[in-house]
T-cell receptor, first 118, second 115 residues
Framework: AQTVTQSQPEMSVQEAETVTLSCTYDTSESDYYLFWYKQPPSRQMILVIRQEAYKQQNATENRFSVNFQKAAKSFSLKISDSQLGDAAMYFCAYNPLYSGGGADGLTFGKGTHLIIQP | DTEVTQTPKHLVMGMTNKKSLKCEQHMGHRAMYWYKQKAKKPPELMFVYSYEKLSINESVPSRFSPECPNSSLLNLHLHALQPEDSALYLC??????????????FGPGTRLLVL
């Protein structure tokens, strides 16, 4: 079974600074997807960024970028120029490329609560 | 457009009530999901419909019953719930490509309180 670990329950950063959220995962698969989702107090789960394991290039979306280290099974999220609107719970998630049958869905980490200090 | 809609936004029900949650998407996605999320916890998968075929998380009690009338609509029927079933219920959809599930897009959720 796959597991996703986020070792930072809470992080705090000054507005306009850069912050990195950590995520490690365990899987025996060679092809899979990794995601970062953001969940603000409104509770809507919003996709931040996605990475396909077969792509060596790290994904970027505006101020958000990832550092994907496949051999180390590490998938960290860097947020540059932090804004007050970035305050939320951030979840790292794993999805296999090929379903093994049954209800597999997304495997989530426990989340990191990001606080932005004005 | 990556919109998934859910109704109602909030629901309060007694343990003897029967109610239903509704989820809808018009992105042509062929896979739809129900997740349950307790406070300060990550979402947990309950059910998946992929190409109208149902997959069930075996730990979900039978008082939750999913229904997929068509590929755009997903319902969750609730009957004889317990107070511990109070949670945020999230619906998601994805393209459901036969080779994999791809990106899941979430609705805003239904906040359920069971008294």
């Amino acid at each position: 079974a796959q597991t996703v670990t986020q070792s930072q329950p809470e992080m705090s950063v000054q507005e306009a600074e850069t912050v990195t959220l950590s995520c490690t995962y365990d899987t025996s698969e060679s092809d899979y997807y990794l995601f970062w989702y953001k969940q603000p107090p409104s509770r809507q789960m919003i996709l931040v960024i996605r990475q396909e394991a077969y792509k060596q290039q790290n994904a970027t979306e505006n101020r958000f970028s990832v550092n994907f280290q496949k051999a180390a099974k590490s998938f960290s999220l860097k947020i540059s120029d932090s804004q007050l609107g970035d305050a939320a719970m951030y979840f790292c998630a794993y999805n296999p490329l090929y379903s093994g049958g049954g209800a597999d869905g997304l495997t989530f980490g426990k989340g990191t609560h990001l606080i932005i200090q004005p | 457009d990556t919109e998934v809609t859910q109704t109602p936004k909030h629901l309060v029900m007694g343990m003897t009530n029967k109610k239903s949650l509704k989820c809808e998407q018009h992105m042509g996605h062929r896979a739809m999901y129900w997740y349950k999320q307790k406070a300060k916890k990550p979402p947990e998968l309950m059910f998946v419909y992929s190409y109208e075929k149902l997959s069930i998380n075996e730990s979900v009690p039978s008082r939750f019953s999913p229904e997929c009338p068509n590929s755009s609509l997903l319902n969750l029927h609730l009957h004889a719930l317990q107070p511990e079933d109070s949670a945020l219920y999230l619906c998601a959809s994805s393209q459901g490509a036969l080779a994999g599930r791809e990106t899941q897009y979430f609705g805003p959720g239904t906040r359920l309180l069971v008294l």
